[in-house]
């Protein structure tokens, strides 16, 4: 008899999680009333586990680096089975510094890096603008870093969308409320509008909202806001650069990641980092500062045009490795608390959750991401 899989939240994480279980032949139906929207939807789409690499974090940077080395094979597979590009951008990254303070920042990441044996390129700012002439004057040095490409969020959600409606993955526009159990085992969902749906393992994947869909979550995913802007390049402007750009200016983190449809000239600039709960009210002074920070490192973008402003709320967890796993109930599945990395983690999180629902050990880097880490034993018997 098929099993059923029902998994709550149609963003990258619930789609490929769905993609995957179709493939080895679950009965998957997700539910979301907006799918392909929220974090997703206005992500950076950087995959960037060594730029994004901080002391303290070594489990989410082997995490990092195990999903990004899956995603040519990934990004390949599911262009195919769409019959549509999944966006990838192969392009790597450089890490921009403008003062003093922001170059010691940026020669203590990269002598941590080579400590754990991932060295990066050391440059100054001429050799930066020689590998990107968009970058400016105020720029005194950087890092480049060409193994953390990045990749089209957007062309990425729709693809993901074609390959789960090929598969027989059902899309239900309805929010789920609750998962339900009889206290020790998933019996389904209780959706919004008081239906109750039927299931045999449930995927918890709704983003910032996971913590609110069963009690044994409650309290391990929070919002973190986050503000982004979409600019266009404007005939007569400077062309984008080809490669991800971060920058630290004067201790503030910025970047710009291109879009490389042909023809478009499109940068995503962000992010802004905020804790105030579910709010994607989009700020005067969040556009302010990031055009700010944005047009110091790429002086050219005074000539785009600002085409969007958005918020989107990202998933944090304690700390700051994601939820990928068993928890609570039986038939009860974690597949969020990504943070910054939700784009990044896609394809090691579909893995994980694919090997989960066959009871096959999950990939040695997903270790860490047990959600019972949070829970004790007598909370995941009770």
């Known amino acids: 008899m098929t099993r059923r899989l029902a998994v709550a939240g149609a963003g990258a994480i619930g789609l490929s999680v769905a993609r995957e279980a179709a493939h080895a032949g679950w009965a998957v139906t997700v539910f979301d009333p907006a799918p392909g929207s929220g974090a997703s939807w206005v ?18 940077l082997a995490l990092g680096l195990d999903s990004v080395a ?24 450089v890490v921009a510094a403008t003062g003093s ?7 203590a990441l990269a ?50 969308r074609a390959a789960c409606g090929r598969a027989g993955v059902t899309v239900d526009e309805r929010a789920v409320a609750a998962v339900r159990d009889d206290g020790a085992r998933v019996t389904g ?16 994947a709704a983003g910032a909202h996971s913590s609110s869909l069963h ?9 973190v806001k986050g503000e982004v802007l979409r600019l266009t390049r404007r005939p007569g402007a400077l062309p984008p650069p080809a490669r991800t750009v971060r920058a630290l200016v004067d201790g503030r983190p910025v970047y710009a990641v291109p879009r490389v449809l042909p023809g478009h000239g499109d940068l995503v600039v962000g992010a802004t980092t905020a804790e105030n709960g579910f709010d994607t009210d989009v700020t005067v002074g969040g556009v302010r500062d990031l055009l700010r920070d944005a047009e110091r490192i790429l002086p050219g973008i005074a000539e785009y045009a600002l085409t969007e402003s958005a918020a989107g709320l990202r998933p944090g967890s304690r700390d700051n490795v994601p939820l990928i796993g068993r928890i609570g109930p039986e038939g009860l599945i974690a597949a969020t608390g990504h943070g910054r990395n939700g784009m990044l983690l896609v394809p090691v999180t579909a893995a994980a959750v694919a090997a989960v629902l066959r009871d096959a050990a999950v990939p040695d880097a997903v270790r860490a991401a047990d959600p019972r880490r949070f829970t004790s034993v007598a909370a995941e018997r009770s």
Request: charged share 25%.
């Open 70 to 93: 899956r995603w040519p094979e990934f990004a390949a597979a599911l262009s195919a089975e769409a019959g549509t590009d999944a966006g990838l951008h192969p392009a790597g990254t």
């Open 101 to 107: 303070g922001d170059r010691d920042e940026l020669t």
């Open 111 to 160: 002598g941590y890096l080579e400590s754990l044996g991932r060295p990066v390129q050391r440059l100054t700012g001429r050799e930066l603008r020689r590998l990107e002439p968009a970058i400016g004057p105020d720029v005194r040095g950087g890092l480049s870093v060409p193994g953390d490409p990045s990749v089209d969020n957007r062309r990425l959600l729709a693809a993901l």
């Open 215 to 223: 009690p044994v979550l409650e309290g391990l995913v929070r919002p």
């Open 43 to 60: 992500a950076g789409g950087m995959l960037a586990p060594v730029t994004e690499a901080w002391p303290g974090e070594e489990d989410l």
């Open 189 to 204: 969902l209780r959706l919004a509008d008081g239906t109750e749906v039927a299931a045999d393992v449930v995927v918890v």
